[in-house]
């Protein structure tokens, strides 16, 4: 493609190594371009909370599409920009069909404030007996009314020892109609977010009030949440230890990101 106006990259198995740092050549390779006048955005399932690592690694604060594309985060300001979320009926229903379909499933929420540690919105709710698929200190406790009384931007079900893959094969003809659902780990955790909301959508919706559209968009991704990005951009790039499906949407497949894949893609406008 040519000089790309916009580089949106996931996060994690991607922009990050296996020990969740930006090494000093993907800093070296994503500076350059930001350097030479290109946007840069993050689209993660990273809830805003976790965005300031990334940032302290990259060295600056780069706009950040989270939750899978729910939430709009203005990083340099530490402002929640936009929040699509699921309501309280629709978290409702999509209760049942879990618990109903993956019996002894666990429910959890993801919600926001106006700020990533927004201290008056407990963030990360789950229900009791929710077993974590990593480690996750933000817990707050509730029952399930009060899991599924308030809107979320993300509901997660989670049953461990069961694969994603499998959780969404059951899942997707019954929850297709509520929300939208996804998996960024193959460890027994599914993610639904509201109807038509995606990474492409939030990057689409970042990328905009720029002027720019899809064909003018290098993206990076690893997981089955990557693959509308992958699609929807101009060149879509799967990293070399990316899911069977991200490989199969992706345009090109690059090194793995415990090789610098990412900083390898953009060397080639930027060195």
């Not at 879509?236 to 230890?241: E, I, P, R, T, Y």
Request: aromatic share 6%; hydrophobic share 50%; proline share 7%.
């Amino acid at each position: 493609m040519m000089l790309p106006a916009l580089i949106a990259t996931d996060v994690d198995g991607t922009l990050l190594d296996d020990e969740e740092h930006v090494t000093p050549r993907t800093r070296a390779a994503v500076g350059a371009a930001v350097a030479a006048g290109t946007r840069f955005i993050l689209a993660t399932g990273r809830p805003p909370r976790w965005i300031a690592p990334v940032v302290d690694g990259l060295g600056f604060a780069p706009m950040a599409v989270c939750a899978n594309g729910a939430v709009l985060y203005d990083a340099a300001n530490d402002r929640i920009v936009s929040a699509r979320t699921l309501s309280p009926d629709q978290l409702a229903e999509l209760a049942e069909l879990a618990t109903r379909l993956i019996p002894f499933a666990g429910l959890a929420v993801e919600r926001v404030g106006r700020t990533a540690h927004d201290a008056a919105t407990p963030q990360f709710v789950s229900s009791p007996g929710y077993e974590h698929a990593w480690l996750n200190p933000d817990n707050t406790e509730v029952s399930l009314a009060d899991l599924l009384g308030a809107p979320a931007v993300k509901l997660l079900i989670r049953k461990s020892g069961a694969t994603s893959a499998a959780m969404q094969e059951v899942l997707a003809p019954h929850v297709g109609l509520v929300g939208d659902l996804t998996y960024s780990t193959n460890n027994g955790l599914i993610e639904v977010v509201p109807l038509g909301i995606s990474k492409a959508s939030g990057v689409a919706e970042v990328a905009e009030p720029w002027g720019i559209t899809a064909e003018d968009v290098v993206a990076f991704g690893d997981m089955p949440n990557d693959v509308p990005m992958l699609r929807w951009a101009g060149l879509g790039v799967a990293m070399g230890n990316a899911h069977p499906e991200a490989i199969a949407a992706a345009d090109e497949v690059t090194a793995p990101n415990t090789d610098d894949g990412l900083a390898r893609v953009l060397e080639r406008w930027w060195l």
